[in-house]
């Protein structure tokens, strides 16, 4: 739960990053349709937001911001470079033509970092493994990518009882251990994160959960189901997964989100989702 004194970092895909008072973001009910992000900062015609983050306490020197883009670049800035923003945002990361910044996470100096990929690829690394960089550094490569493959999504490791949970666009997913994922230096290829077939279709996204979380699947026909994560199976890396949910022909998944459980916020495979329910928000995190 966030404080109202508290800030929140909205992070976009074109590498600026804006800050905001919690008291500042309209208050409504759990069912209130909510305002655009665009009401809330001043992002330019056509960006969105990749990431946002609560920051509790002080903008201290011993806690870092960890960036990672779609091209597979990372990045570690300590997060007191982001204690003063302007109201029209302030540069995060120097991008590559054709790169954007894809998610950013709250570290301390100590997690373990996974990279997951459109085609099953993932790379597992410490985070030390990156040196502190200012905030208008391009960073360092995070993950070496085969042709034609891009980063979907990165994790932040902080607890050991930690899992990872992989989804194909078919409807397909698992969890896994985290520690399944071998441990190798940034920069590598990485190991197979699911064995991608034309049954499962390619990753849409990795994301950590635990057992007290819940998994949300939202499809491109608009189509949501949420289920506890301790339902779904619990099976090795290189595999297939089990069906989430049952497609109609033609549909795939467009995203994921982990949430905590709550038994009064259900769904399943008919609940719609408006278009308003993550306007101008990354649907993973949701949370």
Do not use: W
């Not at 973001?25 to 015609?45: L, W």
């Not at 982001?82 to 540069?91: A, L, M, T, Y």
């Not at 391009?138 to 085969?146: N, T």
């Not at 230096?185 to 996204?205: D, F, L, Y």
């Amino acid at each position: 739960m966030a404080h109202p004194q508290q800030h929140k970092l909205f992070f976009t895909d074109r590498g600026r990053v804006f800050r905001v008072k919690v008291y500042d973001i309209p208050e409504g009910g759990r069912t209130a349709k909510g305002r655009s992000i665009a009401n809330i900062i001043n992002v330019e015609s056509g960006e969105r937001v990749t990431a946002y983050l609560l920051v509790q306490g002080a903008f201290s020197s011993d806690r870092y911001i960890f960036m990672c883009t779609r091209q597979g670049i990372v990045k570690k800035t300590v997060l007191s470079e982001f204690e003063s923003v302007r109201s029209n945002g302030k540069i995060a990361i120097t991008l590559n033509e054709g790169d954007i910044l894809l998610d950013a996470r709250l570290t301390d100096g100590t997690c373990d970092i996974i990279i997951g990929t459109h085609r099953g690829m993932a790379c597992r690394f410490r985070e030390s493994d990156v040196r502190p960089m200012g905030r208008t550094a391009a960073g360092v490569r995070g993950i070496k990518l085969e042709e034609g493959d891009y980063v979907v999504s990165m994790v932040a490791i902080k607890h050991p009882d930690t899992q990872v949970v992989v989804v194909g666009e078919k409807g397909y997913g698992k969890r896994t251990r985290y520690q399944d994922f071998r441990l190798t230096r940034r920069g590598a290829k990485g190991v197979i994160s699911m064995n991608i077939t034309e049954k499962t279709g390619n990753v849409v996204a990795l994301l950590e959960i635990t057992d007290e979380d819940d998994l949300v699947v939202i499809t491109k026909n608009g189509r949501l189901i949420r289920q506890p994560a301790r339902e779904i199976r619990l099976i090795g890396r290189n595999t297939q997964g089990v069906r989430l949910i049952r497609l109609e022909e033609g549909e795939e998944i467009a995203d994921i989100a982990v949430a905590p459980q709550d038994s009064d916020d259900t769904a399943d495979e008919t609940t719609p989702l408006p278009p308003e329910a993550s306007d101008g928000l990354p649907p993973h995190s949701l949370n």
